[in-house]
């Protein structure tokens, strides 16, 4: 199919399938989950040769089984692909895969081809769903399952099959040297085993843009039978990953399903933090305090234990115990932009100008280490109003539908800010950037 055909195509996939935008499908942004998948990831990130702070791992509010890289910055999996996968190898060697990718630069030729598509409009719609998927911020429970503008972007960002050998064989070699049990790829392969079989409508969205066929899953076996892996303890591995797969578990499913899995009885930390999730999702606050309690009281001096508990109190209207919480967790952990954009939410919660101006504080630092975070976003613009800086409200407003793909929207509030802002302060000129970037004319021609 032709490059113009293929857009075309998936446009008119976009226009159907795009959801109202409070329901949009996207990221699932959460601070202690996100810490133990980046555990997981770091010996991966660092095998390759690349620096584990400078590469999120991003989880996307859809149940089919999918994983992608957009750019150099993120690994995108799919909340789907993390539940169905059932050990922290195969998780593993789905991240060392996706690293590979990065690493190998695929995304440079795909870039190349984007910058050679500007000029077709329908690019920048593909373009606005790939950046509201990696901004998106829905609320609890906003949904399970509404993947098909995360299915199209999968679908969009394919590979070739030459790509993914080459990130098959990479990836395997990570694993080997990070002390990662290669032989778990073939986990991943079985997963997926069959899918060619399907029709293409049947076919999961991880087998079309990463076709597995029987001659590529051998490729990988031989490959990784010839390695020699680095043996290593895998306990605080393990412990992480638990702890990631259940809150996420929890998060997305119901608290009966959690309660029966786990039980009472289990006083382990990832146990515990599903229990804390269940009864917070019930709602039952008293008995969710009780388990986070529990979780402190072992380790006092893991901050997301304290954000876990900020966040559970925010999200039931309890400012002033979330703001406690937060402070706990934002004073062991004073660089993390996910704790920060949570305390300054909370913050704003209280709505007066002592912890308003405090909370402009603690998101505008949240903001400059964390670009993928649109409630974080929406808050900001609260307190830049609240402060008195409307210029900037509108460019943070402006920010935030840019990166959900509206773009009229985001050129509304770009030129507001142009309006309001200094001419020439760096503020103003982002507003003009977004001008430019969302100009009606700019991709027909
Ligand atoms: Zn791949």
Do not use: C
């Amino acid at each position: 199919m032709s490059l113009f055909r293929l857009l075309q195509a998936l446009a008119l996939i976009v226009v159907v399938a795009l959801p109202a935008p409070a329901r949009a499908v996207g990221l699932l942004r959460d601070a202690g989950m996100e810490h133990g998948l980046n555990q997981l990831a770091r010996p991966i990130i660092a095998a390759a040769g690349l620096s584990p702070s400078r590469i999120q791992i991003l989880v996307i509010n859809d149940m089919s089984l999918n994983a992608f890289v957009t750019n150099g910055r993120a690994v995108f999996i799919h909340a789907g692909l993390i539940l169905r996968l059932q050990s922290s190898e195969a998780l593993q060697a789905v991240i060392a895969h996706e690293v590979a990718h990065i690493a190998n630069g695929h995304y440079v030729r795909r870039s190349i081809n984007a910058q050679n598509a500007q000029r077709n409009s329908l690019f920048g719609l593909a373009a606005g769903v790939a950046a509201g998927v990696a901004s998106g911020n829905p609320a609890l429970g906003a949904g399970i399952a509404q993947g098909t503008a995360g299915s199209a972007l999968g679908v969009f960002l394919s590979h070739t099959r030459a790509e993914e050998a080459a990130a098959d064989k990479s990836g395997l070699r990570y694993m080997a040297r990070a002390g990662i049990p290669p032989e778990a790829m073939a986990e991943v392969f079985d997963l997926f085993a069959g899918q060619e079989a399907l029709a293409p409508e049947r076919q999961s969205a991880w087998a079309r843009t990463h076709p597995v066929s029987r001659e590529r899953a051998r490729a990988a076996e031989n490959f990784a039978a010839v390695l020699s892996p680095r043996t290593s303890d895998r306990t605080e591995t393990e412990y992480w990953y638990q702890r990631a797969r259940g809150k996420l578990s929890a998060y997305l499913r119901s608290p009966s399903y959690t309660l029966d899995r786990v039980g009472l009885s289990d006083m382990s930390d990832p146990a515990r933090i599903q229990r804390a999730m269940a009864y917070f999702k019930m709602p039952d606050m008293s008995k969710a305090r009780t388990e986070v309690a529990g979780l402190i009281e072992a380790r006092p001096d893991d901050p997301y234990f304290h954000e876990l508990l900020g966040w559970m109190e925010i999200e039931s209207g309890n400012a002033e115990r979330a703001i406690d919480a937060y402070r706990e967790a934002v004073a062991l952990a004073p660089r993390a932009p996910m704790i920060l954009a949570g305390y300054g939410r909370s913050l704003l919660a209280l709505n007066t100008p002592a912890t308003d101006a405090e909370a402009l504080t603690a998101l505008e630092t949240a903001r400059s280490r964390d670009r993928n975070n649109q409630r974080l976003l929406r808050d900001l613009a609260v307190a830049y109003a609240r402060t008195g800086n409307n210029g900037m409200a509108s460019l943070s407003t402006a920010q935030r539908y840019e990166a959900m793909g509206r773009r009229e929207d985001a050129r509304l509030h770009a030129a507001r800010a142009v309006d309001q802002l200094p001419v020439g302060s760096p503020g103003w000129s982002r507003a003009q950037d977004i001008m430019r970037a969302t100009e009606p004319n700019r991709t027909r021609r």
